[in-house]
């Protein structure tokens, strides 16, 4: 595995990510993640529209329940041609009930518990705490990578602004 650009720290200590970093103008691996009714989800399902990942830790964290719940604020205001995808290691019933208590409708929340298939396709496996790291990616329509960011401190807040900015500019 080659030398990674990015940095990531979880408290001011640096940790592990496990697979190959992705990078603007890569071609966007496929990869499935499981809905909360179980059902398989995968990024070629969204294949013709812009797709933002957001990528957290857990749910259950209060830094990971507000990027959630911006991006689904954000979500109510897109066209159809851009899908937000949501993306951690919770277990789905979990996404589910944080769905329900906090109203959230427009983020389709998805689970990487099962095989990492995400987190390892695209570098976000935190492997102290086999958790994903935080973190966004923007896909475009033709299936490439037009945004990344793995937020260098765990606890931090995304680029929002940035990857909305991103995100509306391919549609």
Do not use: W
């Not at 957001?54 to 209060?62: E, H, I, N, Q, Y």
């Not at 990487?112 to 923007?138: C, N, P, Q, S």
């Amino acid at each position: 595995m080659t030398e990674r650009k990015n940095v990531v720290t979880f408290k001011g200590t640096p940790i592990t990510l496990l697979g190959e970093e992705v990078k603007v103008g890569d071609k966007a691996k496929d990869f499935t993640v499981l809905a909360n009714d179980l059902k398989e989800v995968k990024l070629s399902d969204y294949k013709g529209k812009v797709v933002i990942i957001s990528v957290f830790p857990s749910v259950d964290t209060g830094v990971c329940a507000l990027q959630t719940t911006r991006f689904n604020q954000e979500a109510a205001k897109f066209p159809e041609d851009i899908q937000l995808l949501t993306v951690s290691a919770d277990l789905p019933f979990a996404l589910g009930r944080f769905c329900a208590d906090k109203g959230i409708e427009n983020a389709l929340t998805t689970s990487d518990h099962k095989e990492l298939d995400f987190g390892l396709k695209y570098g976000f496996v935190i492997k102290e705490l086999r958790l994903l790291a935080r973190g966004t990616v923007i896909v475009d329509k033709e299936g490439n990578v037009k945004y990344v960011e793995y937020v260098s401190e765990i606890g931090e807040h995304p680029d929002y602004d940035k990857a909305l900015e991103v995100a509306k500019s391919l549609v």
